[in-house]
């Protein structure tokens, strides 16, 4: 038989090294697409057979996307344990097959995935059930935090004392949240649990159930993560959605908190979260 395009035999190999269920699911699936079979491209002879020889090229495939999933989720690793990260990165790599061209992208489901895998009838208050997830969920925002844009290279912020000029009716000043600022609400205690897996190789107790707000944000290259207040965390994500100061400090009201009382508290918080990389003023907007 004449020799398939070159364009052919590469997505063909391509079909069989990807497919999920490994390299025998993947002869069927490009034997299917392009009426090509192992013995019509892979010269017999050898020490192995045509299936063999295809199938060291799966695994090495799969097995390094397993590993970029693992140096996206270390903690998540240690936490689980090698084996059975394994297997979920692997249901995973099958379940979502790489699309990018950047690797970035590769783990960006793997929360929800876990999420979607609990099994069914799981106490929601389980902690050891949601460990993974919110683990997950954690390390991957820490992730996007490293890679957003920064306020690094931008003009130094505007002193907090002067942007606070900005509750008066009718001036311009504004906040906002940096594109590098990741808020997340979690149902454990994940703050402390995330500081005792970066203080010790050994992995700590489960935490319990309470529920709480965080931001992870960063500032000059280094990542930090923060424990948030519920108005704190009210007042940033309506700030992040776009909304004025006066309706941010709307949101953040509790009941029965008279507006003056949610006033002062942010005034006298904005010059920490500033530090912190939590906000900045328009005037520091970094050009785009």
Do not use: K
């Not at 500081?195 to 990542?223: F, Q």
């Amino acid at each position: 038989m004449p020799s398939p395009p070159l364009h052919d035999v590469q997505h063909w190999l391509m079909t069989v090294m990807t497919a999920p269920g490994g390299a025998d699911r993947g002869l069927a699936l490009a034997r299917h697409r392009f009426a090509l079979t192992a013995e019509d491209l892979i010269r017999a002879g050898g020490v192995a057979d045509p299936l063999r020889r295809l199938g060291v090229y799966a695994h090495g495939y799969q097995q390094r996307l397993c590993d970029c999933l693992l140096a996206d989720y270390p903690m998540l690793e240690r936490v689980m344990g090698r084996d059975v990260f394994g297997f979920f990165a692997r249901a995973y790599l099958w379940e979502h097959p790489s699309q990018s061209t950047t690797l970035y992208d590769l783990g960006a489901g793997f929360p929800d995935f876990l999420l979607r895998h609990l099994p069914a009838g799981t106490d929601p208050d389980d902690g050891v059930s949601l460990l993974p997830i919110e683990l997950a969920r954690l390390e991957r925002a820490r992730t996007e935090v490293l890679r957003a844009r920064g306020m690094e290279h931008d003009p130094a912020a505007m002193p907090a004392s002067a942007c606070l000029l900005g509750l008066a009716p009718g001036n311009a000043m504004a906040w906002r949240v940096p594109p590098c600022v990741r808020l997340l609400e979690f149902r454990l205690a994940m703050v402390p649990f995330w500081r005792a897996m970066e203080a010790d190789d050994t992995v700590p107790a489960c935490p319990g159930i309470a529920p709480g707000y965080v931001a992870i944000s960063r500032v000059n290259y280094r990542v930090g993560i923060h424990s948030l207040a519920g108005w704190q965390y009210a007042a940033l994500r309506a700030l992040r959605d776009g909304h004025p100061l006066r309706e941010v400090l709307a949101a953040a009201a509790q009941p029965g908190t008279v507006p003056a009382e949610i006033l002062a508290e942010w005034m006298l918080w904005v010059p920490a979260a500033q530090s912190l990389g939590l906000l900045a003023g328009v005037a520091d907007r970094p050009p785009r």
